[in-house]
């Protein structure tokens, strides 16, 4: 089956605090996953993916396959992080269907 | 930055009636998605199109619903008779090549009366 899961329904941390939000993902074939936010009244947005391996507002997210895992850290929390976080797989057909995790909401406190 | 594009911003209509969804995709997007969120739940894919035919469909897009590229630059959804459930917050997406993200319109809320 199918299925990313995001077991943090909502996570509050210090402004400074680090900040990992958990992500693991069933998929039986190679998987490419993602990390969208969303910001309050505003649209779904990429953050990051696995295979560009980069660095996006201080944020990074390793891909383990041996845990199933695409875990999205920060060292150091800003309060403008404060949003909804969103795991996502791309499966399905060549014209690829997202599946998305139930979401984390980050909130920042100063 | 091209961006996509929904309208109307929220709907209100009463059970039973037809309502249509728009979407503009950026315009060398050659993938459209439709996805859809009820309140409290995650996101869900609903359909895919390519080449102006359905390329992928999940269990939610039932009879009820169509999708259109009824000309160059828009791409439709539509819910042919509405049911209480289907009151969600609806995603248009588009993306060029494979293996390119999707981009994220800031969707359309239906509400059924």
């Known amino acids: 089956a199918q299925r990313v899961t995001q077991p943090e329904k909502l996570l509050s941390v210090f402004k400074g605090a680090p900040v990992e939000l958990k992500c693991n993902y069933s998929?039986?074939?190679?998987?490419?996953l993602f990390w969208y936010v969303q910001y309050s009244r505003q649209r779904l947005q990429l953050l990051l993916r696995h295979i560009s391996r980069e660095s996006i507002k201080g944020f990074t997210a390793d891909l383990n396959k041996g845990e199933t895992s695409f875990h999205l850290k920060k060292p150091f929390a800003q309060e403008e992080d404060s949003a909804m976080y969103y795991c996502a797989l791309l499966a399905g057909s060549s014209a690829s269907k997202i599946i998305f995790g139930s979401g984390t909401r980050l909130s920042i406190r100063p | 930055e091209p961006e996509v594009t929904q309208t109307p911003s929220h709907q209100v209509t009463q059970m039973g009636q037809e309502v249509i969804l728009r979407c503009v995709p950026i315009?060398?997007?050659?993938?459209f998605y439709w996805y859809r969120q009820i309140l409290g739940q995650k996101v869900e894919f609903l359909v895919s199109f390519y080449n102006n035919e359905i390329s992928e469909k999940s269990e939610i897009f039932d009879d009820q619903f169509s999708v259109e590229r009824p000309d160059g630059s828009n791409f439709t959804l539509k819910i042919r008779s509405t049911k209480l459930e289907d009151s969600a917050m609806y995603f248009c997406?588009?993306?060029?090549?494979?293996?390119?993200?999707?981009?994220f319109g800031d969707g359309t809320r239906l509400s059924i009366l």
């Open positions: 997406a588009s993306r060029d090549e494979q293996g390119q993200p999707q981009h």
């Open positions: 315009s060398n997007h050659l993938y």
């Open positions: 998929y039986s074939g190679s998987p490419e």
